[in-house]
C-alpha cells in the first residue's frame, strides 16, 4: 500500500529549532514536496527534494534519503507565525498524483 | 503568481441535492486536481484532468464527477449530496507534473 506518516502534532519555542520527520512507503517516487498550511488557509509551497541530501532555503531546510524513505523539515529561529500545519506530500511516478500525509500541526509558544 | 479561484468560501446544500463547485486558474496549466481535506486523513485526491474533456479518477472518486471544457476551468458536481462529503474541497494546479501544486482558497462545504 501507499503510505505517508507524520507525528500529529508538535509543540517548539520561539527562536528554538524544530525538526519535522516523514516516512514514506509509495509504489513509485518522483519527488517530495514539503507544505505549509495555515488554519482556514490553502497549503502554499515550501520545499522539493527529489535527490538525496538537505536543500536550505532560509529558515527552512528539508532533507531527503530515498532509500530509508524518510524526510524531514527544519525549520529555525522559530517565529509565532510558523504556527501552522506542515504537510509532507510524494510525488508519484507518472508524474500526476501526489500523495498527502495528514499534516504536522505545529504550535509555536513565546 | 498563479491565481487559483474557487467560486466559493463557503457553502451549505441537503442531503440529495446536485452541487457544483466550480475553480478557474489563470495560467494556462494543463493539469488541474481536485481534493478534499478531512481531519486526520490528509489531502485526498477525488478527480484530475491533464487536458480539456480529459479526467482521470484518484482515490475517492465515488459519489463525484468533473468536467473540463475550457482548459481555465475545472468543476467537480457532487451528484446527489450526502452528509459523508460534508468537507473542504481544495482545487489546485501545477505548473508541470513535476512542480508544486498551487492551490485555491478551499471551499467548506456542509451537507445538512
Known amino acids: 500500500g501507499q503510505n505517508i506518516d507524520q507525528p500529529t502534532e508538535m509543540t517548539a519555542t520561539e527562536g528554538a529549532i524544530v525538526q519535522i520527520n516523514c516516512t514514506y512507503q509509495?509504489?513509485?517516487?518522483?519527488?517530495l514536496f514539503w507544505y505549509q498550511q495555515h488554519a482556514g488557509e490553502a497549503p502554499t509551497f515550501l520545499s522539493y527534494?527529489?535527490?538525496?541530501g538537505l536543500e536550505e532555503k532560509g529558515r527552512f531546510s528539508s532533507f531527503l534519503s530515498r532509500s530509508k524513505g524518510y524526510s524531514y523539515l527544519l525549520l529555525k529561529e522559530l517565529q509565532m507565525k510558523d504556527s501552522a500545519s506542515y504537510l509532507c506530500a510524494v510525488l508519484n511516478t507518472g508524474g500526476f498524483k501526489t500523495i498527502f500525509g495528514a499534516g504536522t500541526r505545529l504550535f509555536v509558544k513565546a | 503568481d498563479v491565481k487559483v479561484t474557487q467560486s466559493s468560501r463557503y457553502l451549505v446544500k441537503r442531503t440529495g441535492e446536485k452541487v457544483f463547485l466550480e475553480c478557474v486558474q489563470d495560467m494556462d496549466h494543463e493539469n488541474m486536481f481536485w481534493y478534499r481535506q478531512d481531519p486526520g486523513l490528509g489531502l485526498r485526491l477525488i478527480y484530475f484532468?491533464?487536458?480539456?474533456?480529459?479526467?482521470e479518477k484518484g482515490d475517492i472518486p465515488e459519489g463525484y464527477s468533473v468536467s473540463r471544457e475550457k482548459k481555465e476551468r475545472f468543476s467537480l458536481i457532487l451528484e446527489s449530496a450526502s452528509t459523508n462529503q460534508t468537507s473542504m474541497y481544495l482545487c489546485a494546479t501545477p505548473r508541470a507534473s513535476n512542480q508544486p501544486q498551487h492551490f485555491g482558497d478551499g471551499t467548506r462545504l456542509s451537507i445538512l
Open positions: 509509495t509504489s513509485g517516487f518522483n519527488g
Open positions: 527534494n527529489v535527490l538525496d
Open positions: 484532468s491533464y487536458d480539456v474533456k480529459m479526467k
